[in-house]
């Protein structure tokens, strides 16, 4: 068989969290009652006009800017018209032949295999509204349309072929979406639609220079379909070609029960937008001044902020790269290390007991029930001896499940360690007793049954007792024998 | 002499003397509309009820000595495709029959916190798109001076209603000579200011970056007043320009003394009518004789306004009018299968003919394959037409041209020729391309009796120089103060 390489641009649409819409001053608000969030100019009433919110268009430029775009200083909006009952207007107010940015790059990968995918342009334009087939669960006769995310800025981040696999896209699309939480200005959210991905695929075979052609693929919704969709396509579009079928350009949506993607519509019923530029708008001038005063605004990025943890805290790299991969969780961390500065104990809690446990119940760090401070005193009630490391793990499944403070979850459950060593010396007295056989065998050479009486000592305390403190009283005990 | 045959400003004087009341004005101005409007149909709708209630209100206030507005209790007569909250706004076309509008044109906002009390709505082209008013869904609109003969569009409710008396004052807009042209027709004056002097917002859109409101009225001081009202920088209005506005009623001096007048030779062409040709001619002498310097010009890519106009125009209309689907409001066709032909259905039955053949006209110029063969070619010629003007204005003040090639022509020659309809914005449609102001005030009239129309161009933001000249002019004639016979 002949080696085909693949060929893949994405098109990622994120919604960008300001308080109001890109052209009117009604409310972003997620989840409001249908039709709520509106007013004339949204809802494309004769004689109205936008007018570009400003916070949309610095959110726009500092995304450029951390995707080492070019931001020129003067951009322009398009029309692009199309007709859908979702979009008022019946065009959209987007971008086209001067866009916001262009030119950038977003650096993938780890240090020892890092790879720049073109960013070939970035668009500001406003979000369309939603159709409704029915209410709730019940069918309706014919379609309601809720315009309420109708005008919330979009940002169209539009990459160069640059991505050789799907998994590559995977990685692509969870860095994009890294980066553009870091910088505070979308959640990126694609359950709630705050971030949707077209991608472009193609084959070509190895050494072949002109592209192959192409199908874009619509209608996943999550990084993970994504992958998914494009390996059904590289496979799909590999096979046509080794049976000499000829395969046409496209538009094909991803079904997510059958695993595989169908054709919408050929390049002939490909729609002509009829771009031309809005004349209701003046150009977006954009001073140097600000473009630098904006860049100013730039936080840390996941990547510096990666070596940075490697160096500062003495991290591995696969560690800090985890507890980098989201703002929130490398926010959770540092704080916790603020107040309990033990950053390799607070690494394996964070990363093995916290994230472990949000994992099973779904949740993202924000959500988290334990607080960063709640964990750092839980970590130092066990580093002052108070609680012993695996009393610790109950203590914070309790905190993790009634949000308590350590120490009155320690102080109801009476779950103080017990440090007394005459309390304990009682205590291996009575297992000692209780346990002869192990006693005899321990007294044979046998080291391993020193394990089942520390075990018990444990049991009677309710897992309380100091275990070096057992472990050390047990031995002089035996040796005594 | 009935209230409804002065002007705003003579009705001011009066009412501020105490002489007579808001009330009485709109009185005298509905009752001669129940005598003319059935000849003329320059409204689409009557609000009489809220005006009387505007007026008793004004009234009112004026007795309790409250401040009042530049234009308190003077009737305004708004065309049809600019929004009166809570009032139908129907743009003379079927797909909006019933559409109320729930909010307030910025225009409208600054009209009624000057006091003005709203007459009505004026009859229009559908869409603003004609220069006849023959292509309103509700009718046409029939010249006061002969009602053989259309008063001239699209504005023509608007400037009708104003020379037969049924309003007082009233506002047009302008995207290709709208203003202007009716005006000349009618034999009222009507400016179209500067692009971005007064905002859009509330304004029906027919061509976005031409579009222009303006007022109208029996003379230039009137014209001047509504100037002071409705002029402004609007944040609702990304195209409205941030600067400061004149009290233009301080440009009515009556001196033309040192002011420097150009004459294109490209307007003094075949076509132009004999009797135009000649009142214009000597209005110009009148000019020179009172101290005005006369200097030929010439604007050279002239000739390409109308061509350039019917790309850049429709392009934008297309887009515009998209939004008139039957979905959210407005005319939707009954009983469709699908959403293709709900679209198509709507569309179809809700849009006359000449706004369809733009929409068509206009989606075609912007499809791929010919967007830069039409749209963009036609918008590098705009520059050069603009530059030709700015040059001219590196010569002179102003420059003097008819504002129409003929009088007004006769109810239906037209409508079949399309393309002889749109000649009749010849000498307009390049102050829309170019977004300067301009004036049209009556010069002279036929020997049929119907009015001719002086139009002045002036440099973006000077209508000073415009109202001056303007006003110069009509101080030295009286074709202004003759009224129709109805």
Known sequence: MAEYETVIGLEVHVQLKTKSKLFCGCSTEFGAPPNTHTCPVCTGMPGVLPVVNRQAVEYAIKSALALNCEVPSRSIFARKNYFYPDLPKNYQISQYEQPLAQNGYLEIGTDSAKKRVGIARINLEEDAGKLLHNIGSREIDGSLVDFNRCGVPLLEIVSSPDIKSPEEAYTYLTTLKNILRYLEVSDCDMEKGSLRCDANVSVRLVGKKELGVKAEVKNMNSFRAIQKALEYEVT????????????????????????????????????????????????????????????????????????????????????????????????????????????????????????????????????????????????????????????????????????KNPQAIVQEQKLVQITDEKEISRIVEEVLKENPDAVEEYGKGKQKAIGHLVGQVMRKTQGKANPQLVNKILKERLLKK | MELCELTGNELLKKMEKKEISSEEIVRSVYNRI????????????????????????????????????????????????????????????????????????????????????????????????????????????????????????????????????????????????????????????????????????????????????????????????????????????????????????????????????????????????????????????????????????????????????????????????????????????????????????????????????????????????????????????????????????????????????????????????????????????????AGIPGISLPCGFSKKGLPIGLQLLAKPFDEEVLLRIAYTYEKNTDWHKRKPAL
């Open chain 2, 34 to 433: 129940n005598q003319v409007e059935n000849k003329l149909h320059s409204f689409v709708t009557l609000t009489e009820e809220e005006a009387s209630l505007q007026a008793r209100n004004i009234d009112g206030n004026m007795r309790k000595g409250e401040s009042r507005g530049l234009l308190a209790g003077i009737p305004v007569a708004i065309k049809d495709n600019m929004c009166i909250k809570n009032v139908k706004t129907t743009c003379s076309s079927h797909i909006l029959e019933n559409f109320i509008s729930p909010y307030e044109a910025t225009v409208v906002k600054k009209l009624r916190d000057a006091g003005a009390v709203f007459i009505g709505k004026t009859n229009m082209d559908e869409f603003a798109m004609g220069s006849s008013t023959e292509n309103s869904y509700f009718g046409i609109t029939r010249n006061p001076w002969d009602l053989d003969y259309i008063p001239g569009g699209s504005s023509g409710g608007s400037a009708t209603a104003v020379a037969s008396d049924e309003t007082i004052l009233a506002i047009g807009s302008d995207t290709g000579g709208s203003i202007r042209q009716p005006a000349a027709c009618c034999g009222v004056v009507g400016l179209k200011p500067t692009y971005g002097r007064v905002s859009r917002y509330g304004l029906v859109a027919f061509a976005s970056s031409l579009d222009q409101i303006g007022p109208f009225g029996k003379d230039v001081e009137d014209v001047a007043l509504l100037m002071n009202v409705i002029s402004g920088y609007d944040e609702n209005d990304s195209t409205s320009v941030n600067v400061e506005v004149p009290d233009f009623t301080k440009s009515l001096i009556e001196n033309v003394k040192g002011a420097k007048i150009g004459i294109p030779r490209e307007y003094f062409v075949e076509g132009l009518d004999g009797e135009v040709e000649r009142a214009v001619k000597e209005a110009i002498e009148l000019l020179e004789k009172l101290g005005a310097k006369t200097l030929q010009i010439s604007l050279p890519h002239t000739e390409y306004g109308v061509a350039v106009y019917y790309l850049i125009a429709p392009s934008e209309a297309s887009a515009n009018l998209a939004r008139y689907d039957g979905v959210r409001y407005g005319y939707r066709s009954p009983e469709t299968e699908n959403l293709l032909e709900e679209y198509e259905k709507t569309r179809g039955e809700g849009f006359g003919a000449e706004v369809k053949r733009r929409i068509m006209l206009g989606t075609y110029a912007l499809s791929s394959g010919y967007y830069d063969a039409y749209y963009l070619k036609a918008q590098k010629v705009r520059t050069l037409i603009k530059k030709d003007f700015d040059e001219a204005f590196q010569k002179v003040d102003v420059i003097v041209t008819p504002t129409a090639p003929t009088t007004a022509f006769k109810i239906g020659e037209k409508v079949d020729d399309p393309l002889q309809m749109y000649l009749s914005d010849i000498f307009t449609i390049s102050a829309n391309l």
């Open chain 1, 236 to 403: 799909r579009q590999i096979k046509a070609l080794e049976s000499e079928e000829r395969i046409v350009q496209e538009t094909r949506l991803w079904d997510e029960k059958k695993e595989r993607t169908y054709s919408m519509r050929s390049k002939e019923e490909a729609h002509d937008y009829r771009y031309f530029p809005e004349p209701d708008l003046v150009p977006l001038v954009a001073e140097k001044k600000r473009i630098e005063n904006i860049r100013k605004t730039i936080s840390e990025l996941p990547d510096m902020r990666r070596q940075r943890f490697i160096k500062e805290y003495k991290l591995s790299q696969y560690d800090a790269g985890v507890l980098t991969s989201d703002k929130a969780l490398a926010d959770y961390f540092e704080q916790v290390v603020k107040s309990y500065n033990n950053p390799k104990m607070v690494t394996n809690w964070v990363m093995v007991e916290l994230l472990g446990r949000l994992n099973t119940v779904n949740k993202q760090v924000r959500e988290s029930p334990v607080s960063p401070g709640q964990l750092a005193d839980l970590l130092k009630l066990m580093d002052k001896g108070i609680i012993s490391g695996k009393i610790a793990k109950t203590v914070f499944e309790e905190m993790f499940n009634t949000g």
